[in-house]
């Protein structure tokens, strides 16, 4: 995707049967612990997003093999270990991938500097950097702990850490840094998040339990586990899919399915909204897939009212917020999103970028320093507008589908960014029948 601005105008209902990229959670994770393991990891369903495609190319800088084989086919040769890079590792955009990879990297008695895009650049990597350092990791940053960063690993000693906030980045880095510890890592949740880490490091070979105490989640790893190649099949990303069902339940007359998406209970935050706000969503087809569950999801234009979304349901859908407030744009009353703070440190400040651009569209909105408040009619938004998305695909994509009901065409800058995790976006939403083009 090339176009300097794409524009979404209003058009026929949506309709069709489709399949979003695979997870990118699952996808980072994959080839990490793939290089990590000793033997062949194969993997399907890969997300083939830019994002993806920097860890893979990570990862054969620290001594994998990493091998497309076809369409979302990956193997990954691991040798049980990691080894010193030759150069700078480019994660480009990628902030899962750059935090899981210090952490993974961390274990090792080895030396790597780690760079990024623009936007990765800006981004904190002290909260990674805070237990790693405490485990006897090292590094040289610059200020605040942001890239290009310089990381020593080996040595390090086990940990009980309680996070300071709800982070599957973090806990996730100190995990993986734990398999390599002198003694037992424990990582304490004030509210659980996504737990992609935890399963897939039991099928490698981990030993890890997974526990709650006082409405904490407590998980232990022991150290010493050798860890072996084991298959992935990676399954839809709900955060994709969050695109097309929006859009669905906003555009009259439409239905839309998606096929495989993962269903994993700390990652469906935004389904559950979805129906409290009156969505028609179905889920048929429930089956498991590399140890998730999977489901095929149905979405029809629904008349939804606005919603209190409760702040502890932030972990399982912080990704999904910016096409929640589109969906809120539309909804009758207001939608009240609180307790999100994260998203002012993501690839942008979703919570600014997002109230800018609805304001622009002509929704009223309510700017917080945790949150933000939308406030619908009911009815369509103005739209019109010419959104700028500081090249946040997230930001992109949400207004291309509020274009898409929206009285007048919704155009964004900077679409080039959207291939950082939904590649196929545009033309997706053309075949169920969205009117998305180059401006």
């Given at each position: ?25 699952i ?17 399907t ?118 996070l ?19 003694g ?17 490091l ?22 010493g ?45 935004l ?26 999801i ?25 096409i ?56 369509p ?54 009117c998305?083009?180059?401006?």
């Amino acid at each position: 995707m090339t176009a300097a601005v794409l524009s979404a105008r209003p058009g026929a209902a949506l309709s069709g049967t489709v399949k979003v990229p695979g997870d990118k959670s699952i996808s980072h994770r994959s080839l990490i612990l793939g290089a990590m393991a000793s033997g062949r990891t194969t993997i399907t369903g890969l997300l083939e997003g830019d994002d993806v495609l920097a860890t893979a190319k990570a990862m054969q800088a620290f001594g994998a093999v990493v091998t497309r084989t076809g369409e979302g086919a990956w193997t990954v040769d691991g040798r049980g270990g990691l080894c010193e890079p030759d150069d700078v590792i480019d994660c480009g955009n990628a902030g899962t991938g750059v935090r899981l990879i210090m952490g993974a990297a961390a274990g090792y008695a080895i030396t790597a500097t780690f760079t990024g895009d623009a936007s990765l650049k800006k981004r904190p990597m002290g909260r990674v950097l805070e237990p790693l350092g405490l485990m006897g990791a090292t590094w040289l940053s610059r200020e605040g702990g942001r890239l290009p960063l310089t990381l020593r690993g080996g040595g390090l000693a086990g940990i009980d850490y309680v996070l300071p906030m709800a982070s599957a980045q973090v806990k996730s880095a100190v995990l993986l840094a734990g398999l390599k510890a002198e003694g037992p890592v424990t990582v304490v949740e004030p509210e659980p998040t996504r737990d992609h880490t935890e399963r897939m490091l039991r099928a490698f070979g981990a030993s890890l339990t997974v526990s709650d105490h006082n409405d904490r989640r407590v998980i232990t790893l022991q150290p010493g586990a050798r860890l072996t190649a084991s298959p992935v099949d990676v399954p839809g990303d709900p955060s994709s899919a969050a695109f097309p069902i929006v859009a669905a339940l906003i555009t009259p007359g439409s239905e839309v399915t998606i096929t495989g998406v993962m269903l994993n209970p700390l990652r469906t935050g935004l389904f559950d909204t979805l129906r409290e706000m009156g969505a028609d969503l179905t889920i048929s087809n429930r089956r498991d897939a590399s140890g998730e569950e999977v489901g095929d999801i149905t979405a029809r234009y629904s008349r939804l009212k606005g919603v209190v979304v409760p702040p502890g349901r932030a972990p399982s859908m912080i990704d999904e917020y910016p096409i929640l407030a589109v969906a809120a744009a539309f909804a009758d009353g207001e939608t009240v999103m609180r307790g999100v703070g994260e998203m002012r440190v993501k690839e942008s400040d979703r919570i600014a970028l997002m109230a800018a651009g609805l304001e622009a569209c002509g929704v009223d909105v309510e700017e917080e320093p945790e949150g933000f408040i939308v406030r619908g009619t009911g009815e369509p938004p103005r739209g019109g507008a010419l959104v700028e998305t500081h090249g946040d695909h997230r930001i992109a994509m949400s207004h291309l589908v509020l274009g898409l009901a929206a009285g007048a065409a919704v155009q964004v800058d900077e679409p080039g960014m959207i291939a950082t995790s939904f590649p196929d976006f545009a033309p997706m939403m053309r075949r169920l029948g969205g009117c998305i083009e180059e401006a």
